[in-house]
């Protein structure tokens, strides 16, 4: 049975940082490209970024380029989102999602879902 689960989250001010961590089990952990994706209050889910099986390549979306750092740690099964220069629209619920390696990062079309970990940060 796969299961993804996060963790990490939690209330941050404005300008703070967070990193959450994915850690997966009942699958092949290397074989699989990892994304984020997070889902505000009353919005659809968006992709946030994923990174390739190896690691070798990662994809952000613009609106966190610059502050959001995708990783992955394949020798502990976890990937990992640091989130840095954090601001409320960064509110929401943060997943994290798995698809097979022959598959594209962007878009990014998962077989897998974690649970959420929700992130809030106040103004």
């Known amino acids: 049975q796969v299961q993804l689960v996060e963790s990490g989250g939690g209330l941050v001010q404005a300008g703070g940082s967070l990193r959450l961590s994915c850690a997966a089990s009942?699958?092949?952990?290397?074989?699989?490209?990892m994304g984020w994706f997070r889902q505000a209050p009353g919005k659809e889910r968006d992709f946030v970024g994923a990174i390739s099986w190896s690691g070798a390549t990662v994809y952000s979306a613009d609106s966190v380029k610059g502050r959001f750092t995708i990783s992955r740690d394949n020798a502990k099964n976890t990937m990992y989102l640091q989130m840095n220069s954090l601001a409320p629209e960064d509110t929401a619920v943060y997943y994290c999602a798995a698809a097979n390696r022959l598959r594209a990062l962007n878009p990014f079309h998962p077989s897998y879902w974690g649970q959420g970990t929700q992130v809030t940060v106040s103004s």
């Open positions: 009942g699958l092949t952990f290397s074989t699989y490209n």
